[in-house]
């Protein structure tokens, strides 16, 4: 059974820098596509961006978060991780990964920006 476990969250200062991490047990991590999602207060949860397989995947990015956050992975440690630069005040939300093609959700973490 894969199980998700999202750390890094907190309190940042808009221009400010968090990274992200989800730890996933119980499955064959390389093998899996990873997303981040994000769900603001009162709003539907969206997608943040994702990496493929393997060590060479390729990461993919909504429009909204491009050129401001990275993902990448370390195999070795069944970790993908969310590197947030540049943080605006519209970023505040629960930040999810999953497994693509499952549903399979962790708890989320918490990112908070604000002076």
């Known amino acids: 059974q894969v199980q998700l476990v999202e750390s890094g969250g907190g309190l940042v200062q808009p221009g400010g820098s968090l990274r992200l991490s989800c730890t996933v047990s119980?499955?064959?991590?390389?093998?899996?596509?990873m997303g981040w999602y994000r769900q603001a207060a009162g709003k539907e949860r969206e997608w943040v961006g994702q990496?493929?397989?393997?060590?060479?995947?390729?990461?993919s990015y909504d429009y909204s978060v491009k050129d401001r956050f990275t993902i990448f992975r370390d195999n070795a440690k069944n970790t993908v991780y969310l590197q947030m630069n540049s943080l605006k005040p519209e970023d505040p939300a629960v930040y999810y990964c999953?497994?693509?093609?499952?549903?399979?959700w962790g708890q989320g973490t918490q990112v908070t920006v604000s002076s």
């Open positions: 999953k497994p693509l093609g499952t549903n399979v």
């Open positions: 990496i493929g397989p393997g060590s060479g995947g390729r990461s």
């Open positions: 119980g499955g064959f991590f390389s093998d899996y596509a």
